[in-house]
């Protein structure tokens, strides 16, 4: 999936496709949220986007995804 750079303290870059909202943390961790909405994903690249992804984050099941 591509993922946007993005200028957040905890995470590096983010995507969306078909549902899923892909995180890559600044720490090197990519979690992919399931059943995520465009506009979800819309709100979470904007404003304070740490506290935004943590709301999806408690709200949606994720997997862990290896780096390539």
Known sequence: MKRQAVSARMVKSLGWEDGIM????ISG????YHQ??????????????DKKV???GKSHPFTRVEKD
């Open 29 to 32: 961790l990519i979690h992919q």
């Open 36 to 49: 995520v909405t465009e506009a979800e994903f819309v709100r979470a690249t904007t404003g304070n986007i």
């Open 54 to 56: 943590r709301l999806i």
């Open 22 to 25: 892909e995180v890559e943390y």
